[in-house]
């Protein structure tokens, strides 16, 4: 399949994924939310199960693997760790609680698909994270805490509780966590080589797409 027709598709299934999940979805109800024919859908997927398939492979690919210019020397360190941020934030938005819960209990293959990706991010990680120690860009934290902080704090800063508790917004809260982030990470004299307007308009961006 095109791949922009695969993404159009994806797109337009994943709120109601990401809400509650595909377990109880008819293939006429997902006919309805990517507004095709049944003859059309027949001709890119071969059922519901090959559709949430080829979808969390696409996000094992996408999301999960390292963004390949987070390892390219030629770019700032500052630019690659936002794309690193960028991708944490898109991987807690798409898999939800619930859309992983029917991946585990209806496709349970799939889970290795997800699994092979983030073992694959964590190795090249600490990769990146070591270059910038080694450099005397970064302080010297342990890369696996630092970055395996960010799913479930992420996570945790999308409970509409603390949202209307505290009277903030997500994106208030996802520009928050990267100021610390990047604190905690950065030498005090690298701290301003991240242009933070960048980030800001990504998260903005990232808030505004369909699936969100």
């Known amino acids: 399949m ?5 993404t159009k598709y994806f797109e337009l299934i994943l709120p109601h994924i990401r809400k509650r999940g595909f377990s109880h979805m008819k293939i006429d109800e997902i006919l309805k939310y990517l507004n095709i024919s049944k003859a059309t859908f027949y001709k890119h997927f071969s059922s519901r199960d090959d559709l949430i398939e080829q979808l969390v492979i696409d996000y094992a690919s996408q999301v999960v693997d390292v963004d390949p210019i987070v390892l390219d020397k030629e770019i700032p360190f500052s630019e690659r760790f936002q794309r690193i941020f960028e991708q944490s934030l898109l991987s807690v938005l798409i898999m939800t609680d619930e859309f992983y819960y029917d991946i585990k209990q209806n496709q349970p293959t799939l889970i290795s698909h997800i699994t092979a990706a983030q073992t694959k991010r ?3 990680l600490q990769q990146f994270y070591r270059e910038g120690f080694d450099k005397g860009i970064f302080h010297s934290i342990n890369p696996v805490v630092f970055f395996l902080q960010d799913d ?3 996570r945790r800063l999308m ?3 603390l949202l209307n508790y505290y009277n903030t917004t997500l994106k208030q809260q ?5 100021t610390i982030k990047k604190a905690s990470l950065f030498k005090d004299n690298f701290l301003n080589t991240a242009e933070d307007e960048l980030i800001e308009q990504k998260i903005t961006d990232i808030l505004r797409i369909s699936f969100i």
């Open 159 to 161: 409970d509409p509780f």
């Open 174 to 178: 996802f520009l928050d966590y990267y």
């Open 2 to 6: 095109d791949r922009s027709a695969k």
């Open 152 to 154: 479930p704090v992420l």
């Open 122 to 124: 964590c190795d090249l």
